[in-house]
């Protein structure tokens, strides 16, 4: 059971180039998140996916996609790369998107130069 | 929607003393409470939570008030140690059930 597993952990990008982060988690959770860490900002939600087949907007959605590709997989894709958008970078996922505990994976780290 | 306020942002204790950092929550109808710790470079981890129809939950060293009228919660630790040092997020969640909203974090330091 490794829980929540995100890849790459680290990524340097050039300013307009694309990648995609991608996220599994195996225990079974219905909703899935990403959120992206600065530095004395705390934790803010990017995108969210309530339950399989839904994605909604978060706090700070602008220059994100994603993709809820099943239950297990929840994928964010930065399209043209800003220097705005180095940060850490968690998918979290829980059992419910209501009220339970959320379980967040290792981070990646990205640098956008 | 909901906005969390956390203080302080930094805060330092000599080990064995109690540390409290202290939230304040916007939603009046938002009914869950966690708080995560986060070691440098390592993921947020649920430490405890607690839920509106509950004042106070405790677990060891660690406790969580919640003063539902006023719209604040705490985070209480007793006899610190130096391996609580850590950033110490709260968080509340919105009754639409979409998403955690998270405080800006708070530095602890436990100097031995």
């Known amino acids: 059971n490794a829980g929540v597993t995100q890849t790459p952990k680290f990524q340097v990008l050039k300013t307009g180039q694309s990648m995609t982060l991608q996220c599994a988690q195996d225990?079974?959770?219905?909703?899935m998140y990403w959120y992206r860490q600065d530095p004395g900002m705390g934790l803010r939600l990017i995108y969210y996916s309530a339950s399989e087949g839904t994605t909604d907007k978060g706090e700070v959605p602008n220059g994100y996609n994603v993709s809820r590709l099943n239950k297990r997989e929840f994928s964010l894709r930065l399209e043209s790369a800003a220097p705005s958008q180095t940060s850490v970078y968690f998918c979290?996922?829980?059992?419910?998107?209501?009220?339970?505990?959320?379980?967040f994976g290792e981070g990646s780290w990205l640098t956008v130069v | 929607g909901e906005n969390v306020e956390q203080h302080p942002s930094t805060l330092s204790v000599q080990e064995g003393d109690s540390a409290v950092i202290k939230c304040t929550y916007s939603?009046?109808?938002?009914?869950?409470f966690p708080w995560y710790k986060q070691e440098l470079g390592k993921r947020p981890q649920l430490i405890i939570d607690i839920r509106s129809n509950v004042g106070e939950k405790k677990d060891q060293r660690i406790a969580v008030t919640l003063n539902k009228t006023a719209k604040h919660f705490s985070l209480h630790i007793t006899e610190t140690q130096p391996e609580d040092s850590a950033v110490y997020f709260c968080a509340a969640s919105e009754t639409s059930g979409s998403r955690l909203t998270f405080g800006e974090g708070t530095q602890l330091t436990v100097n031995p």
């Open positions: 979290a996922s829980s059992e419910r998107s209501s009220g339970n505990t959320i379980y």
């Open positions: 939603d009046s109808a938002s009914n869950y």
């Open positions: 225990m079974n959770h219905n909703s």
